[in-house]
């Protein structure tokens, strides 16, 4: 690729559908790896002085992603061998308790994209060059889901609290306030 006026673009895309074929059933399902959409661009400028003593460069790199697949789950009948400190993760401890709510890695998780900036420049004084770089990860600061509660498909609430079960482990003095802060 070549610059155009100091301009180097890039793009890559890729999609991917990975299927899981059983044995049993012949049937195909997706994959919690699967990840079906990604982006990706970068948007190089540089700019050089007289016989390249001299040069800037700015870098805008994006990353753009669709989510990862997961089957959401239906809420516990009874605590099992979870208590009520843990049931919120009781499918991840234990996944013999988990009953699917919907198709085996139906759901996705969001989507996910970043913006990353790196500045650099130079120059020369008597033959020795010096450079200097600045690099900006995740510029805007942006808080990607990457994991998602399967029985709520949320990524900060677990959905333990809005169960019936949970009622009687309410009354207890700040149960409610603690359980969120764990």
């Given at each position: 690729t070549e610059r155009m006026a100091g301009f180097?673009?890039?793009v890559s895309y890729s999609l991917s559908n990975s299927k899981l074929r059983t044995s049993s059933t012949d049937e195909f399902f997706s994959t919690e790896t699967?990840?079906?959409h990604?982006?990706?661009?970068?948007?190089?400028?540089?700019m050089h002085?007289?016989?390249?003593s001299?040069?800037?460069?700015?870098?805008?790199?994006?990353?753009?992603?669709?989510?990862?697949?997961?089957?959401?789950?239906l809420a516990p009948l009874n605590l099992g061998s979870a208590n009520p400190w843990n049931i919120g993760v009781r499918g991840f401890i234990d996944p013999r308790s988990r009953n699917p709510s919907g198709p085996v890695y139906g759901s996705s998780t969001p989507w996910t994209w970043s913006l990353d900036v790196h500045l650099r420049t130079g120059?020369?004084?008597?033959?020795?060059?010096?450079?200097?770089?600045?690099v900006a990860t995740n510029l805007?600061?942006?808080k990607n889901i990457l994991s998602v509660y399967p029985q709520s498909g949320s990524a900060d609430d677990d959905g333990w609290l809005g169960s019936p079960l949970s009622s009687s482990y309410k009354t207890?003095?700040?149960?409610e306030q603690f359980y969120r802060a764990i």
């Open positions: 180097l673009p890039e699967e990840q079906t990604r982006l990706r661009a970068l948007l190089d400028f540089s002085g007289d016989e390249g001299e040069f800037l460069g700015v870098t805008v790199f994006g990353r753009f992603s669709s989510g990862h697949k997961y089957t959401p789950i120059f020369r004084v008597e033959g020795i060059a010096f450079s200097f770089y600045a805007l600061n942006r207890i003095p700040n149960y």
